[in-house]
């Protein structure tokens, strides 16, 4: 059994206990040993509720061993989380809603966190800690980079590549055969339909680069 650690009391991590518990089921896959985080909002008394005891802050993975993962919205926080704790040795594993779909040649990458209700088809090959919220599709043929996060009932159709730490909001459709550069915002709701340079921040439909998030 993995003694399991999640980074991230906040509300993505109590989501994330409950894919641990899910999966847990009568067998125990994971031994969840408690959340770790290094902010100062955290609501202790949604943990009491869960049972779930805050055990520190993230240094405490340091010499603890156990397997992480990060529950964390943001790509470029997931990132640095990812260099300090891979130095310390620690391993990331991927999690799996029993209710999401992953079907056939999908190559996860470590720290993977699949809600409930995501699909991803085939042939699709993913980077570190890929975040696929609720209903969230992903389908034949593409490939996503490192720490990408889908947000719930994102839709990324065949061949569309997604760049390193990009987030698609809430609802984003994105056509076939797309790319969206690197560490790039896609807001919600938003549909694309050309490709979408790396470093900004595309609204609407069709999705277009805000001017004055142009990084
Ligand atoms: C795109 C987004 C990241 C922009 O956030 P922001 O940088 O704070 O942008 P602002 O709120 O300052 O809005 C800037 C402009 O873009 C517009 N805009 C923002 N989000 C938009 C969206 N999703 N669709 C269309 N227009 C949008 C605003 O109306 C504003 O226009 P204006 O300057 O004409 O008034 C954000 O609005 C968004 O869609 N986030 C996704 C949230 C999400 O999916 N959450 C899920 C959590 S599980």
């Known amino acids: 059994m993995d003694r399991l650690i999640i980074v991230g009391a906040g509300g993505s991590g109590r989501e994330t ?51 992480y993962v990060i529950a964390i919205g943001s790509g470029s926080a997931r ?22 779909s992953i079907a056939s040649e999908v190559s996860l990458g470590p720290g993977a966190i699949i809600t409930a209700g995501a699909k991803l088809t085939t042939n699709i090959r993913t980077g570190r800690h890929l975040h696929a919220n609720l209903h969230a599709t992903v389908s034949h043929d593409c490939v996503l980079g490192d720490y990408v996060t889908l947000n719930p009932g994102v839709h990324v159709a065949g061949n569309v590549i997604l760049g390193d730490e990009v987030t698609c909001g809430i609802g984003a459709v994105i056509i076939q055969g797309r790319t ?13 339909v050309h490709d979408i340079a790396p470093g900004v921040t595309a609204v609407g439909v069709p999705a277009v680069p805000l001017p004055d998030r142009m990084r």
Do not use: C, M, Q, Y
């Open 180 to 192: 969206i550069g690197a560490r790039t915002t896609i807001g919600a709701g938003a549909v694309v």
């Open 79 to 100: 990132r640095a989380l990812d260099a300090k704790l891979s130095a310390w040795g620690r391993i990331p594993v991927s999690l799996v809603h029993p209710a999401a």
């Open 17 to 67: 206990l409950d894919i641990v518990e899910a999966i847990n089921g009568p067998d125990r896959v994971f031994e969840f040993l408690g959340f770790v985080d290094d902010g100062d909002a955290v609501d202790l008394d949604l943990l009491r509720r869960r049972g779930a005891p805050l055990l520190g802050g993230v240094e405490l993975l340091r010499d603890l061993d156990a397997a």
